[in-house]
């Protein structure tokens, strides 16, 4: 499966924008950006996914660039809700099951 | 919406014990997958499942094994339980189709002694 990069922490004051880079350089054609956060103590929840074009959703953006080797995940107003660890994973339905990987993701800090 | 169920939320178990961690899913997903999370490893692939009775090994299946006897249960098995076993396991399914999302259970907290 091709591998996703972020950066390990980022923060960002409240009602800030936010956005949260990952880099997927050995993406295939076929494979879909999935953007996942998770809260404490809780299992991880979609967030938004693209293919080739930028998205929107009442969540988040996804600005995905025009080689689709990386993309960004657009918070435009960050809340203390926000605050979680946030995965880019890739999606690829090639195989029966298309495996699903997930990396360490990013730790997101929000404050007042 | 989707709901992906797992029976326990704590569970304290001791070494040597046959442990069984059960999911089940209300959305007739074909897909279902076992993770498990550690600080500092992220989510692992133990296992996942792509049809009734069919499993296919993740990145840390030693351990492990798995059943699907039912499209809507999957259940995670620890034959032998050990302490290095010790850890979050997630639970979650999705339909087929790469740009359908996954949905995670709340995840059981399992402790082995």
């Known amino acids: 499966d091709a591998k996703t990069t972020q950066p390990n922490s980022m923060e960002s004051n409240e009602e800030e924008p936010v956005h949260l880079p990952c880099n997927h350089s050995t993406i295939s054609g076929t494979d879909y950006i999935h953007w996942y956060r998770q809260l404490p103590s809780q299992g991880p929840e979609y967030v938004i996914h693209g293919l080739t074009s930028n998205v929107n959703n009442r969540m988040a953006s996804l600005a995905i660039a025009e080689d689709r080797k990386s993309s960004t995940l657009i918070l435009h107003r960050a809340t203390l809700r926000d605050a979680a660890v946030y995965y880019c994973i890739l999606r690829d339905d090639n195989t029966n099951a298309g495996k699903s990987t997930f990396g360490d993701g990013t730790t997101l800090t929000v404050k007042p | 919406d989707v709901k992906v169920t797992q029976s326990s939320r704590y569970l304290v178990k001791r070494t040597g014990e046959k442990v069984f961690l059960e999911c089940v899913q209300d959305?007739?997903?074909?897909?279902m997958f076992w993770y498990r999370q550690d600080p500092g490893l992220g989510l692992r692939l133990i296992y996942f499942s792509y049809d009734v009775k069919m499993k296919e090994k993740g990145d840390i299946p030693e351990g492990y094994s798995v059943s699907r006897e039912k499209k809507e249960r999957f259940s995670l098995i620890l034959e032998s339980a050990s302490t290095n076993q010790t850890s979050m396991y997630l639970c979650?399914?999705?339909?087929?189709?790469?740009?359908?999302?996954?949905?995670f259970g709340n995840g059981t907290r399992l402790t082995v002694t």
């Open positions: 959305m007739d997903h074909e897909n």
């Open positions: 979650a399914s999705r339909g087929t189709g790469a740009y359908r999302p996954l949905h």
